[in-house]
């Protein structure tokens, strides 16, 4: 944890200003030990291995700790790289421009391993603040130590220990993994500064019922409660399916002809998944199947949450035919 996250924290449970009671491991740039201490009502916080604790995951609802300790999973064992992520990171935050991150306070929620957390820095923001739940805060704070402008947190969503000191925040496809999608939305929302944006990514519940259907039944019942590794290995036979279909259907048809592609089943999303690689879409087969909770969001709905933060000028996008982007400005908010 850098010194300079102080400006930025406050505590979860009164709102007061957070202190440095006494820091015992310090490597130069980061404070690796320590604990912070509320001015206002004394509680003590932890900062362990490089990131400031504001849960204690053995007191967190069940649900939401397996959500986190899942997917926390998931970040350890899938740390691919492709370069598609950040064409793909900006298509779920249009209008977004990388340019649009330069000299800005930022706020990600739900940051796992803090991927997008970085290009964030790398893109110029002046300060990112990733929080996550889970795990994810070990590889994400491991990945972005190097950069002075990043800070991880280890927090709840609906508890953020901050200020209301944001110029942006964002979350994608973490919010519908939550228990309240719209109650997490409204408290990131919370922590944006009068004038200031926030965009969301979640997947959309039109077009998605077959999912709904036949994979959410397989999900709650049986996948996410099984091991993570027995997961892993699993999921390969679902993920050749998927493989072979979007590699030798999908991306064939759609390169001969889009007039023929267009009436295949759930085009726009399988041609898209056909670009990437077998990590990569083993990663998406997993993801689908992990987390104990998950929610698919109309459209009407979603427009429920803009309205509920009094956004502005609020721009929704149906992306790849399957999942809402939304984009506001932040002008009265709570
Ligand atoms: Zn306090």
New binding site residues.
């Given amino acids: 944890m850098k010194d300079r996250l102080l400006d930025l924290l406050?505590?979860?449970?009164?709102?007061?200003d957070?202190l440095l009671a006494y820091a015992s491991k310090y490597d130069g740039k980061e404070i690796i030990e320590g604990v912070l201490t509320?001015?206002?009502?004394?509680?003590e916080y932890k900062i362990l291995r490089g990131v400031p604790r504001f849960v204690d995951l053995g007191k967190i609802e069940e649900d939401k700790a397996a959500t986190a300790e899942n997917f926390g999973w998931q970040w350890t064992n899938f740390t691919q790289e492709d370069p598609k992520y950040n064409e793909q990171f900006l298509g779920w935050l249009q209008p977004v421009k990388r340019e649009f991150f330069a000299g800005k306070v930022v706020l990600e929620g739900g940051c796992g391993k803090g991927r997008h957390t970085k290009l964030a820095a790398e893109w110029g923001a002046a300060d990112v603040v990733g929080i996550d739940l889970g795990d994810g805060v070990e590889s994400a704070f491991a990945l972005t130590r190097g950069l002075p402008n990043v800070h991880i947190v280890q927090c709840d969503i609906f508890k953020l220990p901050l200020k209301k000191a944001f110029d942006y925040a964002f979350s994608v496809g973490v919010l519908h993994h939550t228990p309240d999608p719209k109650g997490a939305f409204v408290s990131l929302a919370g922590k944006v500064k009068k004038g200031g944006n926030i965009s969301a990514w979640v997947y959309g519940a039109e077009n998605n019922e077959w999912i709904t259907n036949y994979v959410d039944p397989v999900r709650t019942g049986f996948t996410s409660q099984i091991s993570q590794p027995l997961l892993y290995q699993l999921s390969k036979l679902p993920t050749l399916g998927v493989f072979l279909t979007t590699k030798l259907v999908y991306r064939p048809i759609n390169a001969a002809s889009k007039g023929v592609a267009n009436k295949l089943f759930y085009n726009e999303y399988l041609n898209h998944l056909g670009t990437f690689g077998w990590r990569e879409q083993h990663n998406i087969v997993f993801d689908h199947l992990v987390a104990p909770t998950a929610f698919y969001i109309s459209k009407t709905a979603f427009a429920e949450w803009w309205k509920e933060i009094s956004a502005e000028d609020v721009e929704i996008t149906w992306h790849n035919e399957n999942s809402w982007c939304g984009f506001g400005r932040i002008e009265n908010s709570k």
């Fill in positions: 406050a505590c979860p449970t009164c709102g007061g957070i509320c001015k206002k009502c004394d509680r």
